[in-house]
Structure formats: C-alpha cells, structure tokens
C-alpha cells in the first residue's frame, strides 16, 4: 500500500508542481544564479515598458526605533547614487529617458518603478540599477527631504480618516505597532542618519530578497539577456534576513476593544471594526475563505447589506481581508446615517452572531463570488503598469504561486470552510472598533453612552 | 485580497520630462464614428477583455441653475440605483454582483454620463442593464430616498477632504455668477429639497437623440454593436440640440479666497485662464503648465523643500483653465516661489532640449492612460462633449508638432492674472496677503 502510494505521488508529482506554477500565457519567470527573481510580463498594447524592483522590507521590518526608515529609504531611492551624483543628475536622465516613477511603502515590501517609452528599455534597466545597488544616502540630501517628508505627515494629518486610521492600528498591534505603520515614526525619519539607512540596505537590498518585474511591449527573452548582464553581478546575501532578524509573531487580541476619535475635520461619522485575520504562513486556506466571504457580504443581496444598508441605518459599507503573510486584518468600514449611530452598531452586533448559520449564506451567493472574484482576477490584469504592482505584493506576501493558483482554490471554498472562517476569525473573536466623529454630533448623540465593548 | 487602497506611501506620482528618441508606432485600431438611427455612436476596438459603454449627456451644469446643484448626479445615480422597468432594484444589483458589472455614473461641469464597465463574457448581460437604465429608469421611491441620503453623505465626505474642498472653493469664487458656480458633485441642501418628480424630469429633458452620444470600447464586432444600439436606443425621444454658450470671466487681477481650517497644512491653489479646448493654442498651453509643474516640482520640492505635494495643469472644458496648487506648511514662501516661476516660465521659452523632454513626457503620460477600456472611453467622451471626440486621439501628434514659441505665447496670451484659494490656518494667509497681490508678467 505504502509503495502505491510512493508510485503515484513519483508519477504525477512533477506535474503538480508544474501546475502549480503555470503562470499565464504573456507571463515569464527566471531566477538569476544571485537569487533575483525575474519576472516579465508581455503586454503590446500600449508602446511603453515598466521596470520594478521590490523588495521585502516596510514596516514589518521595522522596531520602534526604526519605525518609518524603510518609507525614508524608499525616498531616498530617488536620490543620487554611484553613476548619478547629484538628485539633478538623477532628475535629468529621468528626463532623457521619458520616465515616470514613483515608488511605495507597504506593510510587507517596498517597490520602485519606472515606466517608459519601450524603445528605452535598456536603458531604463541600467537606471534601476545604479538606483537599487549604489545609493549614496547623502547627509544633506536626507535633512532636505526630511522636510518634505514633514509634508506628507501633515497631510495624512489633514485626512480626517487617518486619525481613525492610525488609532485604529495602535489597538489592534499594541506593542508591535510599528509593524504595521508603514508611514512611520515622525521623530525617527527627522532624527534617521545615513548610517541608518546603510544598515537598512545591508539587511534587505540584496537580490535574494528581490524581484524585478519587466512589463509592457517587451520581448521575454531579450529581457531575461539583458537582465543577466546588468543585474548578475548583484552579489547575493549570504544570510536570510527573516531568520537573522525574526519578524515577532503578532499577540492575539485578548478583549474587544472600542474607541472614539474626536475630529473638526470631519462632517460625516465613520465607524471602522477590525479583527486579526488569517495569513499565509499559518492558514492559507482560511485566506480564500476570507475573500470569499467579503465578497459575499458586499453582495446586495447579503443579509448583512440588507439590514446594514437597505435599513437605512449605513450611507456605505465595505467588508475587507487584507492578505497578508503576518496577520492580515478583517476590516468592516461603515459609514452610519448619522441619526441612527446606536441602532447602527447594535444591528452589527447582531449580525455577527447570526454569520456562521446555515442560511445566512446561500448557494447562489456563493457562486457569484467564486465568479466575480475570478473575474477580479481578469480586471486587475487589464492595466498592465498596475499590474506589476498587483504581482509584487502576492510575491511579497504570499508567493507567485499563490497567485497563480488563486482561482482554483479560491473555486474550492465550501459553505463549511465559511462557517469555520467566521468562527475562527470574526463570531464572538475579540476586535477592535473605532468612531470618528465631529465635536458637534459627539455632543449631540453621547456614543461614550453606546459605543462601548459589550462584554 | 489586495486592495490597494489600504496606506500606502509616497504614492503621488511624478511625472518628469523626458526625451523622445523614436517614433512611437499606434499599437491599437482605429476609432470609427457613426450614426445609428440619429445617435453618435464612437467606437474603438481593443484586444484587451474589459469593455466599456458609456451614455454621455451634453451639457452639464448648462443644464441646471445653482440651486439645483447636484440634479444631473442625482438622476443618473438613479438610474442604475433605483429600478428599471425590467428590473427592480434588487434585482438589479444581484445581476450586477452575478456577472461582476460594474455600473456606475459621472456628473461632470460640461457632460454626464452612465458607464458600463464589464468582461467581454457577460457583455450581452452588462449591455442589458445598461440599456434598461438609459431607457427606463423608473425611479423607485423608497430607494430615491435611501440614494439621496447616500448623496448628501458623499457630499460631507467630499467636503472634509482638504484636496477636494480647496478645489470647490477655488472654482466657486472664481466662476461667480456663471453656470460654472454650481458644484455638479451636489449642494447639501439642493439634494435635500428635490423632489423625485423634479428628478425624473430632469432626467426626460436631457434624454433625447440630439443630445446624447455613445462611446464604446473594447472586443466586439462593429455589427453587433450597431445591432445592440438599433435594438435598445431606436425608440429614443429625438430632439435638437443646441449647446449653451459659455463666456468665461477674465481673471486680470489678484485676488485670494481664504477658508479657515484646523488641517496640519495649508492647501492653496490658483487659477488662470486658459485657451478655448478645441482651439490650436490649447495643447501648446497645455504642455507649458506642465512644463511649468515640472518647474515647481524642481523648485518647491527638489530645491526649497517647501512642499511635498504640489503641480499645475490645464483643465479642458467649455470655460477651460489652468491650475496651480500646493500644500505647505509656509504659505508665504511657497506662493512667493510659485509666482516667481511662472514668472520665469513666462519669459524664457522652452530650449530644443527642454521641449524634447516635454514632448517625451507627454506621450509617456498619453500612453499610460491608454491602458483600459474605461480610461480609453472617458477620453474620447471628453474631447467629444467640448468639441469632437478626434481631439483625444490627435495629442501625441499635436504635441509633436508645438513649438517652443507656441507655447510661450499661448502661456503669455491666457495668464493675465490669479484668483488663489487657501484653505488652511487664516493667520498664514493674512502672512502671505503680499505675497498673493504679486502680479505674474
């Protein structure tokens, strides 16, 4: 019995492999003896090319004392470097080459793009690399973009939904907060020195913890040719940064926790509810489950958007999981009519008690969300200079083979596999829920009275 | 799931000239235009699975007086929110999640429209809808009012967003006693008092062959589409049409509108004219104030380290207009900057070099936002409501073909002067009084 088994598994073992990283037809993968991941994705409809470089590192990286260096790096990219000595020398070739560029600090990767005429491929490639290998992290480039760092806190701070937001992230991370705090520490970024930032580079820039992503009207082959010239002689890390530096695992919440943020700037309530979530380390499968079931409570037809919205108790809701690999959030974004905040958040409570029953899910809400979520798949492909974007966060926080299997197993989600999401994650878990609200209506509706933990 | 719309950093995007060192070959098809039975039909054919169909209005806020502020959203809302005669609402939006389409609306200064948006697979599904809200809405009254709360939300939403409640101030003060005054996105207390029936007229008026155009874009066949067209929109009320003739004010002087704020920084913008859309000044104008976003990226950002966020542009339209902005926290110093280069844009042209990297700039940005069947659409619906859909597709030739001296003399022709708004702590404003007067010669 026991070699039967061996047999099948030695017969179609490699053709499960194979299958589970087929990539699309217009997608191709390598990998540089250096580890660099290389993928490249086909698409002539437009004559441009995009070049990405992402790396994992952002906050999950980041201690308190670090807090918001990984976001610092990300603009000091774009900076001088070993081949481009001043920002204006930088800031010129930009211009010779046609590029657009931008860059972005998430909870679980850092990425850098520039997208250009196709016939500047090359070239383009060539850049990024003087870029991603040589920075220079000048002294008085860093004190000059310390202050326009300055000007993106305060305008995060001029959102009214960022102090719910950043509220929001102290209660649900507590102590780990600067895990998940991507715009970072403001004290940290103002007090960073280059010193700070070469040490970042010596733990995460290498090209084992890499992928460059080509995309557009690009021939595969010719990338792949010129992508082993420029980038080979990257010297690879000889350690892997996640063991030498362990991410710390995130405690779960012990009690429900609720919490009003108080702001002038806003002139309509919000109410946001989170729990920790699954993620792909620990229960990939619950992930799926957790797609699939937002995207059945959105449906206007869920029990949840009837009594929630078609009630008149919420203008808009939104259900969301957040794949991540370390704890993805479950988040509920309400925003309540602004007359009937109590009645709001005591329907939700009562909703998510009734989640895990029998009939709050039916059959054919369950298909259309294994149908809409493939079709999500297609939209998210159409665009290709956000899709490379779209790639590297599965890469970063999942894998490449995780997005390439996602229909099929987001297809294999049963009834039962929602019910044992929502009663792993949501039904009588522990969560967190904040109120914005202006001074006004806070004095006029008292939500200190009703927008307390229950328990 | 990935949702981009989590915090992310640093995600203002930049767009830095560049160098044109070939020739850029058209990728794609052609767009047609037709008619079929009396209605404008514009249609380009893609490779790509998304499709998009867009219903366009003409009109706009001509079509409305301020106090109605907000009618044409409210009506086309309704019509893929409220019901249909084949559908009710319910059932509606279950169709909507079934075959994943997305149906959605835009009110616009100078147009309106109702878009589908769906994969070629469910197109026969998606158009159905589509067809069922441009052709019977009905209106549901217990949904028109749940709408209209989620109206006047999007409306207090809308206005605690500092980006967008500083661009409503700069352009309610500076087109005063225009049809440009009223905010197409909705007044608070406008959408409060309309009734459903004001609403449902509304829609009748503008329903007609003369008024409305089509635009279409993505894989399928021209004669199923003229099929499609012939089946659903034949019956259409037919109706001529006569545009409202928009006279834009001259904005000569120097006048600053100052909103108090509590936010962290201060948001200020001003406005300028700009040449009429379908003119051949416009795209030479245009490519200056980016020229010119690009010198205050290089001067606020770069080398003054004033502002992390801060552009210009030129705005198409019936009263078209450029824009300046910035958010900082010194007002003074940042307005003074901002007019010493325009200044300077002004009174040097552009070198061969510079344009160059213009030019390269232009068709790297024109191309980007050629990639979906949406963005494509909105284009072309765009350019056709101020002044023929041909206009989108002839940028990157145009641009080309500008010359320095175009645009400097386009720029020198149209900015005469700046009407600013600041919405921020006013005591920083009252600061940068000087510093706002500065004319730009």
Same mark, same amino acid.
């Given at each position: 019995?026991?070699?039967?088994?061996?047999?099948?598994?030695?017969?179609?073992?490699?053709?499960?492999?194979?299958?589970?990283?087929?990539?699309?037809?217009?997608?191709?993968?390598?990998?540089?003896?250096?580890?660099?991941?290389?993928?490249?994705?086909?698409?002539?409809?437009?004559?441009?090319?995009?070049?990405?470089?992402?790396?994992?590192?952002?906050?999950?990286?980041?201690?308190?004392? #670090? &807090? @918001?260096?990984?976001?610092?790096? !990300?603009?000091?990219?774009?900076?001088?470097?070993? %081949? *481009?000595?001043?920002? =204006?020398?930088?800031?010129?070739?930009?211009?010779?080459?046609?590029?657009? #560029? &931008? @860059?972005?600090?998430?909870?679980? !990767?850092?990425?850098?793009?520039?997208?250009?005429? %196709? *016939?500047?491929?090359? =070239?383009?490639?060539?850049?990024?690399?003087?870029?991603?290998?040589?920075?220079?992290?000048?002294?008085?480039?860093?004190?000059?973009?310390?202050?326009?760092?300055?000007?993106?806190?305060?305008?995060?701070?001029?959102?009214?939904?960022?102090?719910?937001?950043?509220?929001?992230?102290?209660?649900?991370?507590?102590?780990?907060?600067?895990?998940?705090?991507?715009?970072?520490?403001?004290?940290?970024?103002?007090?960073?020195?280059?010193?700070?930032?070469?040490?970042?580079?010596?733990?995460?820039?290498?090209?084992?913890?890499?992928?460059?992503?080509?995309?557009?009207?690009?021939?595969?082959?010719?990338?792949?040719?010129?992508?082993?010239?420029?980038?080979?002689?990257?010297?690879?890390?000889?350690?892997?940064?996640?063991?030498?530096?362990?991410?710390?695992?995130?405690?779960?919440?012990?009690?429900?926790?609720?919490?009003?943020?108080?702001?002038?700037?806003?002139?309509?309530?919000?109410?946001?509810?989170?729990?920790?979530?699954?993620?792909?380390?620990?229960?990939?499968?619950?992930?799926?489950?957790?797609?699939?079931?937002?995207?059945?409570?959105?449906?206007?037809?869920?029990?949840?958007?009837?009594?929630?919205?078609?009630?008149?108790?919420?203008?808009?809701?939104?259900?969301?999981?957040?794949?991540?690999?370390?704890?993805?959030?479950?988040?509920?974004?309400?925003?309540?009519?602004?007359?009937?905040?109590?009645?709001?958040?005591?329907?939700?409570?009562?909703?998510?008690?009734?989640?895990?029953?029998?009939?709050?899910?039916?059959?054919?809400?369950?298909?259309?969300?294994?149908?809409?979520?493939?079709?999500?798949?297609?939209?998210?492909?159409?665009?290709?200079?956000?899709?490379?974007?779209?790639?590297?966060?599965?890469?970063?926080?999942?894998?490449?083979?995780?997005?390439?299997?996602?229909?099929?197993?987001?297809?294999?989600?049963?009834?039962?596999?929602?019910?044992?999401?929502?009663?792993?994650?949501?039904?009588?878990?522990?969560?967190?829920?904040?109120?914005?609200?202006?001074?006004?209506?806070?004095?006029?509706?008292?939500?200190?009275?009703?927008?307390?933990?229950?328990? | 799931?990935?949702?981009?719309?989590?915090?992310?950093?640093?995600?203002?995007?930049?767009?830095?000239?560049?160098?044109?060192?070939?020739?850029?070959?058209?990728?794609?098809?052609?767009?047609?235009?037709?008619?079929?039975?009396?209605?404008?039909?514009?249609?380009?054919?893609?490779?790509?699975?998304?499709?998009?169909?867009?219903?366009?209005?003409?009109?706009?806020?001509?079509?409305?007086?301020?106090?109605?502020?907000?009618?044409?959203?409210?009506?086309?809302?309704?019509?893929?929110?409220?019901?249909?005669?084949?559908?009710?609402?319910?059932?509606?939006?279950?169709?909507?999640?079934?075959?994943?389409?997305?149906?959605?609306?835009?009110?616009?200064?100078?147009?309106?429209?109702?878009?589908?948006?769906?994969?070629?697979?469910?197109?026969?599904?998606?158009?159905?809808?589509?067809?069922?809200?441009?052709?019977?809405?009905?209106?549901?009254?217990?949904?028109?009012?749940?709408?209209?709360?989620?109206?006047?939300?999007?409306?207090?939403?809308?206005?605690?967003?500092?980006?967008?409640?500083?661009?409503?101030?700069?352009?309610?003060?500076?087109?005063?006693?225009?049809?440009?005054?009223?905010?197409?996105?909705?007044?608070?207390?406008?959408?409060?008092?309309?009734?459903?029936?004001?609403?449902?007229?509304?829609?009748?008026?503008?329903?007609?062959?003369?008024?409305?155009?089509?635009?279409?874009?993505?894989?399928?066949?021209?004669?199923?589409?003229?099929?499609?067209?012939?089946?659903?929109?034949?019956?259409?009320?037919?109706?001529?049409?006569?545009?409202?003739?928009?006279?834009?004010?001259?904005?000569?002087?120097?006048?600053?509108?100052?909103?108090?704020?509590?936010?962290?920084?201060?948001?200020?913008?001003?406005?300028?004219?700009?040449?009429?859309?379908?003119?051949?000044?416009?795209?030479?104008?245009?490519?200056?104030?980016?020229?010119?976003?690009?010198?205050?990226?290089?001067?606020?950002?770069?080398?003054?380290?004033?502002?992390?966020?801060?552009?210009?542009?030129?705005?198409?339209?019936?009263?078209?207009?450029?824009?300046?902005?910035?958010?900082?926290?010194?007002?003074?110093?940042?307005?003074?900057?901002?007019?010493?280069?325009?200044?300077?844009?002004?009174?040097?042209?552009?070198?061969?070099?510079?344009?160059?990297?213009?030019?390269?700039?232009?068709?790297?940005?024109?191309?980007?936002?050629?990639?979906?069947?949406?963005?494509?659409?909105?284009?072309?619906?765009?350019?056709?409501?101020?002044?023929?859909?041909?206009?989108?597709?002839?940028?990157?030739?145009?641009?080309?073909?500008?010359?320095?001296?175009?645009?400097?003399?386009?720029?020198?022709?149209?900015?005469?002067?700046?009407?600013?708004?600041?919405?921020?702590?006013?005591?920083?404003?009252?600061?940068?009084?000087?510093?706002?007067?500065?004319?730009?010669?």
């Amino acid at each position: 019995m026991i070699k039967k088994i061996w047999f099948f598994i030695l017969l179609f073992g490699p053709f499960l492999l194979r299958a589970q990283s087929k990539l699309p037809d217009n997608m191709f993968l390598n990998t540089l003896p250096n580890g660099l991941q290389v993928l490249v994705i086909e698409d002539n409809s437009v004559p441009l090319a995009t070049v990405m470089i992402t790396c994992k590192n952002g906050a999950f990286t980041e201690t308190p004392e #670090f &807090n @918001g260096l990984s976001h610092l790096y !990300e603009h000091m990219f774009f900076k001088a470097n070993k %081949d *481009y000595r001043t920002v =204006d020398d930088f800031l010129g070739r930009v211009s010779e080459l046609g590029m657009r #560029f &931008n @860059g972005s600090t998430t909870f679980e !990767e850092v990425n850098y793009y520039f997208t250009l005429p %196709d *016939y500047n491929l090359k =070239d383009g490639l060539r850049f990024m690399n003087s870029a991603i290998r040589y920075p220079r992290f000048d002294s008085r480039d860093m004190e000059h973009e310390n202050q326009v760092v300055d000007g993106e806190f305060q305008r995060n701070e001029s959102n009214p939904g960022f102090a719910l937001n950043n509220a929001m992230e102290h209660h649900m991370w507590g102590d780990l907060y600067s895990r998940k705090n991507s715009l970072g520490n403001h004290q940290v970024i103002r007090t960073a020195t280059p010193a700070m930032m070469d040490s970042i580079k010596n733990k995460y820039y290498y090209p084992n913890n890499s992928l460059l992503t080509v995309a557009g009207n690009v021939d595969h082959e010719v990338v792949f040719k010129d992508v082993e010239k420029i980038y080979g002689s990257w010297k690879a890390s000889e350690f892997d940064p996640f063991q030498k530096w362990p991410i710390p695992e995130f405690k779960p919440l012990d009690k429900t926790d609720y919490f009003i943020v108080e702001s002038s700037l806003t002139k309509q309530p919000q109410i946001l509810v989170e729990w920790h979530g699954p993620d792909t380390r620990n229960d990939v499968k619950a992930t799926y489950a957790a797609d699939v079931f937002s995207d059945i409570v959105n449906q206007s037809s869920s029990t949840l958007k009837k009594a929630m919205m078609q009630s008149g108790l919420a203008l808009q809701m939104n259900v969301n999981y957040l794949t991540l690999g370390h704890v993805g959030p479950i988040s509920m974004s309400i925003t309540p009519n602004p007359a009937k905040i109590k009645e709001c958040m005591e329907e939700l409570r009562r909703q998510l008690l009734l989640m895990d029953n029998d009939d709050y899910v039916t059959d054919e809400q369950l298909e259309t969300a294994q149908r809409k979520l493939e079709i999500t798949k297609i939209r998210e492909q159409e665009v290709t200079t956000d899709f490379v974007e779209t790639t590297s966060f599965w890469w970063a926080s999942a894998s490449l083979d995780y997005f390439t299997t996602y229909t099929d197993n987001m297809k294999k989600i049963t009834r039962a596999d929602l019910q044992n999401y929502v009663r792993k994650y949501i039904k009588n878990r522990p969560y967190c829920a904040g109120l914005l609200i202006n001074p006004d209506l806070n004095a006029q509706v008292n939500p200190k009275d009703f927008f307390v933990s229950p328990n | 799931m990935y949702h981009p719309t989590k915090p992310v950093y640093m995600k203002k995007i930049l767009i830095v000239t560049a160098v044109v060192c070939g020739t850029i070959s058209a990728l794609r098809a052609q767009t047609t235009s037709f008619d079929v039975d009396g209605i404008k039909v514009i249609f380009k054919p893609t490779v790509k699975e998304i499709i998009d169909v867009r219903m366009y209005y003409r009109g706009g806020v001509s079509n409305y007086t301020k106090e109605q502020a907000g009618i044409e959203r409210f009506a086309l809302t309704a019509t893929e929110q409220c019901g249909t005669q084949k559908y009710n609402a319910s059932t509606y939006k279950d169709q909507e999640d079934k075959y994943g389409i997305t149906m959605r609306s835009v009110s616009d200064y100078d147009y309106g429209d109702i878009e589908l948006e769906c994969v070629s697979k469910y197109f026969n599904e998606g158009w159905d809808l589509f067809a069922e809200s441009v052709v019977n809405p009905v209106f549901e009254s217990s949904e028109v009012e749940l709408l209209r709360n989620r109206l006047i939300g999007s409306i207090k939403t809308k206005a605690s967003q500092p980006d967008q409640q500083s661009t409503s101030l700069l352009l309610k003060n500076a087109f005063e006693g225009t049809p440009y005054e009223a905010d197409p996105y909705g007044d608070e207390d406008a959408v409060r008092k309309m009734s459903i029936a004001d609403v449902k007229a509304y829609y009748k008026s503008i329903l007609n062959k003369g008024q409305i155009f089509l635009v279409v874009v993505g894989k399928i066949d021209r004669d199923e589409l003229i099929a499609k067209v012939k089946a659903s929109f034949d019956g259409l009320p037919a109706k001529d049409y006569t545009p409202a003739t928009l006279k834009e004010p001259t904005w000569n002087d120097y006048k600053v509108a100052v909103e108090n704020s509590e936010t962290s920084t201060n948001y200020i913008s001003a406005i300028m004219n700009a040449p009429p859309y379908n003119s051949t000044e416009f795209v030479p104008y245009r490519m200056g104030l980016a020229a010119f976003g690009g010198a205050l990226f290089a001067s606020l950002r770069t080398q003054r380290n004033l502002s992390y966020s801060q552009g210009a542009y030129a705005n198409p339209g019936q009263m078209p207009y450029g824009i300046m902005f910035v958010s900082t926290a010194q007002p003074k110093e940042a307005v003074q900057v901002m007019t010493s280069m325009l200044v300077r844009v002004k009174n040097y042209g552009l070198s061969e070099v510079g344009l160059q990297h213009l030019q390269g700039s232009f068709i790297t940005n024109y191309y980007i936002h050629q990639q979906s069947s949406s963005a494509i659409a909105g284009s072309l619906g765009e350019a056709e409501a101020l002044g023929g859909w041909y206009l989108a597709e002839s940028l990157p030739g145009l641009v080309q073909k500008a010359t320095s001296d175009q645009i400097k003399d386009a720029i020198n022709k149209y900015i005469v002067g700046l009407r600013w708004s600041y919405l921020g702590k006013s005591s920083l404003a009252d600061d940068a009084a000087d510093a706002f007067k500065t004319a730009v010669k």
